[in-house]
């Protein structure tokens, strides 16, 4: 804009001075600074011609008109006339430039000479003029030709002047047009200009103009309320949505108080709203504060939930505030609906969990009342007719436990409570105990039961251990069961050995020589309930529900199980499940240099049910534990004030106190005992209940029924010692004998026995000479792993324990460890050998 | 005696007022200027004729100014022609100014102003003679006005004036 009043004065400037150059100009020629010269020099020569014809008047007068006088008279008017001429050209300024051409000077000269000379003659007298006369005339005849010099040359140079003049005047002109020309050139670019800006402003005018109608447009198209106040609260703007949530028209609206109008009554102070503090009811300011919730009001009085931002903006000078509202009934209604199902569903969930508690501690606690029982049973020196009850009714007993637990595990699944617990594991320790505990089962139909690595070995794994054994022993069972007189064999094998930081992912196999399952069966064989024979019911899984549960498990723990089967030939049963490696942990349970069972501790059993407490007493007394008993929690509790024990056995669900609480009130209590383990003891085996234990200040969980070997665990564990495991193994091993003795009868037990004498014999003394070499090393552990799995099946379970550490050094070429496995294994031999050639 | 008479007819002449023009007096020595055409005073035959006392003897008027055919400033004293034309109530549109030599020029009755052109009779004091231009020389004051520096204003600009007629 400035540039435009710059370039306008700037020519303003110009214009001024030019202007006034050419007025000056004008102003010039205006004045003429010359008289006509032209008839100046024209009249010089005719003034001299007057005086020549004057003179040549009276030189032929003599005879003439006039008198002589009156001639000279003449020729005296005319000789002054033709002086003044010339002396005008002498003086006057007009001619100043042209005498001082020396054209001009010089005739001048000489017209002047002529005048001077003439001059006293012309004054004299008379008589004196009148002798001169003829010499006057040729004197005057002779400037003749400088007279017309005069003329012509002034003549000339006044052409040339004029010219000049007429060249200043045409460049005067010239300037003054192309000041014109450019005044009005620049008046064209200033009109230009300002039409561009015109336009501009127009083009603004009219994008405004559209911005206004889309914001208007959008305003009236808004689902949402907005209202615009003043600072106090008079309604200035409402728009169609607005009406149509308030119920008020804009003419009803505007001018109004907003507080008036949409605010609940019992929410407005006194005098209204201050739409500037917006106090609606509540403390806050909530200008600029984002979308609060509110009531609000209608026209017809009806209260309704809204949603309102609000903000402050300056309109110019006054402040003026905007408010979206957003009428949020049916989305109130909406999230009402939706917790009231949330809530439902999580009261759904609830009462399933609930559901899933109550039936594993309910079935429970009389299993462990069964099977507790019954392993007491077993210690109380039953004959063998008797073991073999005992055994069946174990054997149901824990058939039943495992369709309980198949239950539970498939309700939990189903609930997405399924938990896949990390620990870390010992792959072949867990493929050694799964063979080992199903080498009878194997046995009794004619079965050989073995297991190995393929390909390297590596196994120590983090994984749910339990649930591995589960899906193992599930797949194990089958193959035993639809197999006689064949092979079952266990392989795990590091399938991917997870390079760049990738899970490994192992593979199991279970492999049978037994009837196989045809083609169109083996998509369904994982299906729930489907068996192949519903008649069967020998072992564990004869539900159907055996395989569904393994899938369940592998899918849960990140793997995939399938089957190949030739029928008439065998199958393949497969696991591959990824396991991230384990760190491996000192061998506990397999250590069989350890000292023998905790004994003759303080106990304090804390149980209801009469049943569940006789066996508990009972399976303590047997290792000697002395037994202080407490029938519900409070009576517990004080107990546990009265006097220091070893470990407190709590039992979980009690009357009056239960046992979490009465832990609590121990641990609290600061009694003798207060810092003693507690152990739960309980039917709940959910882990988020053996968590809770552990919070209410528990330090170890024993699951009902109780087993003996647990129970003997358990109080190893929290008193700190490592007992139990060699009398574990050893009563372990009993059973196991008994059982295959049982099963095969006592001829051939003892031909099979024998011969497994004679290979331990052979085998034993090369122990001592393992050699150096790879080959040799790995061949001789070879030899391990087989007789381990044969000494396994009669029960020499310590035996198998040695062979498996002596095929472990030996495979990882510990070759200094294995001279102290072979003679160990020399003392495990004479023993387990003793045993197996005693009569039955 | 003719003096005295003159003086009183001048004086009478003043005391009229200059609507009524006076009886002219007869010059007594060179008759320098001739006013003929429509006047009414007269004082031989049909002219009016000046002697340059009857001149001088009229209101004079001084001024200063440089010519363009004189150099540096010049004072010309003279009569004011419009006191010319009231003395010999003259009526007419135009006034035919001649010179010795025979240049004459019409000069508009309307252009003349009481204090322009003056007939000048002396120059810088002394008269003019006729090779200065004299006697008698109708000059303007042209440096006191642009308008007195035009070509029509100095070709009015009479010299070696001795004739006056006034036309219609």
Redesign the interface.
Known sequence: MWLIGFGMSAIFILTLSLSSEVISDLERQRSASSDNVQWTLTQVEVEHLSLLNALEHHMHAPEGPLPIAADLDEVRRQFDIFYSRVDTLRSSRLFDDLRQDPEFAEPLEAVTGFLERTVPRIDGPDAELEDGIVSIWEDARTIRGDVRDLAVGGLSHFARTADARRDDTARTLAHLAALSAGLLLALALVSLYLLYVNNVTRRRGDALGRANHRMNTILSTSLDGVIVTDAEGRVLEFNPAAETIFKYSLEEARGRTIGKLIVPPDMRDADGVDMRRMRWGGEQPIVGRGRIQLEAMRATGELFPAELALQSAHDGDEEIVIGFVRDISKRKANEAELISARDRALAGEKAKADFLAVMSHEIRTPLNGLLGNLSLLKNARPTQEQTRFIHNMEVSGQVLLNHVDTVLDISRFEAGKLSVKRETADLGALMQEIVDGQSGNAASRGNVIEWQWVGPARPWVTTDTQRLRQILLNLVGNAIKFTENGRVSLEVEVAEPGDDGETPVYEFRVIDTGIGIAEEHLERVFEDFHTRDASLGRSAGGTGLGLGIARRFAKAMGGDIGVESTPGEGSVFWVRLPLKEGTATARTRRDTRTPGPVEGLELLVVEDNPINLEVIRNMLKIDGHRVTEARDGKSGVEAAMARRFDAILMDISMPVMDGPTATRHIREGGGPSSDVPILAVSANVLPDAVEGFREAGMNAFLGKPINLSALRQALAAVTGAEGGAAAETEEAGETQLASIRANLGEAAFAGLAAQLVEEGDALIPRLARPGRTEAALNELAAECHKFAGSAAMFGALEMRDVLVEFETAAKAGEVDALATLAHRAKGVWSRARERLTRPG | MRKLISILAAVAGLWAGPALAEPLDAPQGDVVLTVSGAITETNSGETAAFDMDMLKAMPATTFETTT????GKSTFAGVVLAEILDRLGATGGTVVASA??D?SIEIPVESITPSAPVVAYELDGASM?????GPLWIVYPYDSD?AF???VI??R?I??LDRLEIVQ
């Open positions: 363009v055919w004189t150099e010795i030599n240049y003679s006729r090779r200065q231009k642009a520096r035009t070509e100095y070709a600009s010299w070696q």
